[in-house]
């Protein structure tokens, strides 16, 4: 994630990579994000609409039909405000081309950032398979996850969840109910 965060910076659709790596966002609910859809002051986003390839037509609600919103990581509050003092549409991400994302434009350029990184080749839904990884890691529950991804039902969420029990020993030397008391450590040898 960080190696093609790093990459597509400053490159075309780049802006696009960085809020699905750290949103999670469907490809639709990107293409349909508005600035009026950021609020760079409280750092949170709400999704209130996307675009379905299969109509060419923006949908006035998310899938799932309910609007929601979230916080957004500070890096890319960053780059969003640098990115909107820039910015000459409504929609957040375009094209050089278009007032809006084109879809096969961004795969094309996805892959091939992940060719000149010699990454495995990634779609626009694998990026929401990158959030999940990165929101676990720092701690995000199933639950987190499945309000993030706006999933109806947990078996949902259970998709993204590929580290099942791998932070279990960190955790395990970070839990602390009585920090004021020494710890005493126990060789089980003794």
Not at 20 to 48: F, K, P
Not at 143 to 167: C, E, Q
Request: proline fraction near 4%.
């Amino acid at each position: 994630m960080k190696a093609l965060l790093s990459h597509t910076e400053d490159k075309k659709y780049g802006l696009a990579i960085w809020i699905q790596i750290y949103l999670g966002l469907r490809v639709g609910e990107l293409i349909a994000l508005r600035w009026e859809d950021i609020d760079l002051e409280t750092g949170r986003i709400h999704i209130r609409r996307t675009y379905v390839t299969k109509t060419g037509l923006f949908r006035e609600y998310p899938k799932g039909g309910k609007h929601h919103s979230h916080s957004i990581p500070v890096e890319l509050v960053e780059k969003l405000s640098a990115a909107k003092k820039e910015a000459t549409s409504p929609m957040v991400v375009t094209s050089p081309h278009s007032n809006r994302l084109p879809y096969k434009w961004y795969v094309k350029y996805l892959k091939e950032y992940c060719s000149e990184l010699a990454l495995p080749q990634i779609a626009t839904h694998g990026l929401r398979h990158s959030t999940s990884e990165l929101y676990i890691h720092h701690g995000a529950t199933r639950d987190d996850l499945r309000k993030l991804f706006a999933h109806s039902a947990a078996h949902v969420t259970d998709r993204y969840i590929h580290d099942r029990g791998t932070n279990l020993d960190r955790v395990a030397h970070v839990i602390r109910l009585f920090p004021d008391k020494s710890v005493q450590k126990v060789s089980i040898f003794q």
